[in-house]
């Protein structure tokens, strides 16, 4: 079950000009919060790509080597290559 969590943030100047002009009623966002939690989604969307990338890359290197590089490994030390 997932937590509620409540985040005060203070904005000004400029980046508070930009803000306000995405949330009015020719914005994209009815208010603040609208605002935040789809930066917040975009943010996450936007990593898990970057990740998915970089799995499906060294997937292809791996993949793509010829059978005399690989080398076997067993989940320690599989896992020690990545702490």
Known sequence: MS???VI???VG??????VSSNISE???YENVSEYVR???RKDKTNKDEV???TLKAELQKA????D???VELSADEIIARHS
């Not at 100047?13 to 930009?18: A, H, K, P, Y």
């Not at 993949?63 to 010829?66: C, K, L, N």
């Open 8 to 10: 005060n943030v203070r």
């Open 26 to 28: 020719t914005g994209s």
């Open 68 to 70: 005399s590089e690989y």
């Open 13 to 18: 100047g400029t980046l508070s000009e930009f």
């Open 38 to 40: 789809d930066l917040i």
């Open 3 to 5: 937590k509620n969590m």
């Open 63 to 66: 993949f793509s080597a010829p």
């Open 51 to 53: 990740a998915f990338a």
